[in-house]
């Protein structure tokens, strides 16, 4: 990418190196555009989209031919260094410049995987755990197509029992039909082995190179994840800092520089609190892109109705971690580390009430551990709640 951040350098671009990619990919999928139409592509003044035009002219990318077109060094510079090479050009210009082209292609996609989706592992509520809809997962993959940072990329799932990097590897894989697996990097961060089996097996079935690596975000992320990626996913525990943790760890991993997206999904809360969320971001020397209410739809999640909002975020010069890169975090992230919520279970089948006390250590503190297990005294496996109090 040496001649990007020579034309980024000559501009003095105050934007993210990433507008000039979008300039070269724009004449790739369109071919000859004028200057204004670029502009008003890239939402950036036209004398800025002029002198990106020069510099690009004066290192042999652009000429002026019916408007700015790529020269054949252009062209060759986009499919090797930008590894646009064996795309499916018609369908990449359509999601990218044709929305209802995009909603049904999005349909169609979450069609196609929708029973991988439904095969994962038990849900673990005790990590926050609400599983995503394969919907939600192929629209958080869209983003990272939609804002460049999917095709040649690094791309990083902090936590992922939504399974995004399997949506980004089908969404690869029908973009590059003969090559998807090598055209991004996409690594997975996750405390559950049971989410990262489930994901290794997928992609070891589907042909793609995801990699799952084990780790609890409590501590520090070895120095391999260290300012390597050029985005990130996550969708952390409910809580304010476990949101904190799971931004700082992501930010650790992310190159710094300016211009690089984290896609955060977290619930919307009451105003006050909702201010407080935006405040911590504000505080990771992130800027807020976008908010986008109900993005994310769950299966369960009731503590969120069901639904999140998508934060797409960008880093600036001052991005900075929170929490300390190198201490072992000891605050409670995780909704039943804070809480000494009280439920009351009735079985179905003998009327027996089973009492846990969600914050202690007790052997059974789910739902779904007591159903697994059946009722101490007739075994049967059908509860029903009874109370639930603070």
Known sequence: MDMINE??????????HK???????????????????????????????????????????????????????????????????????ELYKELLFNRGFKNRYINRLTTKIEEIYDNRPQVDVTLDQAFGTAKTAVKRAMLALENFTLIGKSVLCVGDDDLVSLALGFLLQELFPNHGAKKARI???????????????????????IQGHALNLRHSLPSEFLNTFDCFFTDPPYTHDGMALFLSRGI???????????????????????????????GH??????????????????LLGSRSQMFILESTEGMTSMVDPDCNYKE????????????????????????????EKAPITTIEQLKSAGCPKCGDHVFDLINKNR
């Open 187 to 209: 690594v997975v961060l996750d405390v559950d082995q049971g989410i990262l089996n489930y994901i290794g097996d997928v992609s070891k079935q589907q042909g793609f190179a």
């Open 285 to 302: 020397g992130l800027s807020i892109k976008a908010i986008v209410d109900s993005f994310n739809e769950y299966h369960g999640a009731t």
């Open 252 to 282: 650790d991993a992310l190159k710094k520089e300016k211009g690089h997206n984290v896609f955060l999904s977290f619930g919307k809360k009451p105003l006050e609190e909702n201010l407080k969320i935006q405040q911590t971001i504000l």
């Open 7 to 16: 034309i980024a350098t000559q501009v003095k671009l105050k934007e993210s």
């Open 19 to 89: 507008i000039i990619e979008q300039f070269l990919i724009n004449l790739y999928l369109k071919g000859s555009l004028s200057t204004k139409h670029l502009a008003q592509e890239l939402m950036l003044p036209v004398p800025v989209v002029t002198a990106i035009k020069k510099e690009s002219m004066k290192v042999g990318l652009t000429c002026e031919k019916a408007g700015i077109s790529l020269t054949d060094r252009g062209l060759h510079y986009v499919e090797t260094e930008m590894e646009c090479a064996g795309i499916d050009v």
């Open 332 to 359: 409670p992230i995780y909704t039943r580390e804070r809480s000494t919520l009280e439920r009351k279970y009735q079985c179905k089948s003998c009327k027996e009430i089973i009492v846990m006390s969600i914050g």
